[in-house]
């Protein structure tokens, strides 16, 4: 990824923000948080919703590897379902070193990613192992 990933269009105008790098969902006064961001709370259908960012960590609870795909996409890649530190599950792009396996259980967390759509980059967003401290 180069230097000047968060500088590309964004993928969607709605899943992230780049200052600083998180996703953003919605959260409804239950306490329901939705990822991407909705006008309604998808669980109790209230429209009293706000925008929150979402947590950067995350548990990977499932993965597959991807090796057919639309044309524009390179193959092989990895999907994951991840638990963000908190009540929700997204399916992400999995970014793992070369010879770097995910591991159900993992724990990893949010990284700006370039992802070419129609030949053009864009900016979006992917999961990598967790750097240790």
Partial sequence: ????????????????TT??????????????VSFPAREFCPRCYTDDVHTVELPHDGTLESFTTVHQAPPGFTVPYQLGFVRLDGPVVLLSRLQFPP????????QVQLAADETTIDGQPHLSFAFVPKEQS
């Fill in 19 to 32: 200052e600083p790098f998180a996703l953003i969902g919605s959260a409804c006064p239950q306490g329901h």
């Fill in 99 to 106: 010879g770097l396996s995910p591991q159900i259980g993992q």
């Fill in 1 to 16: 990824m180069s230097t000047d990933t968060l500088d590309l269009p964004p993928l969607r105008d709605d899943l992230f």
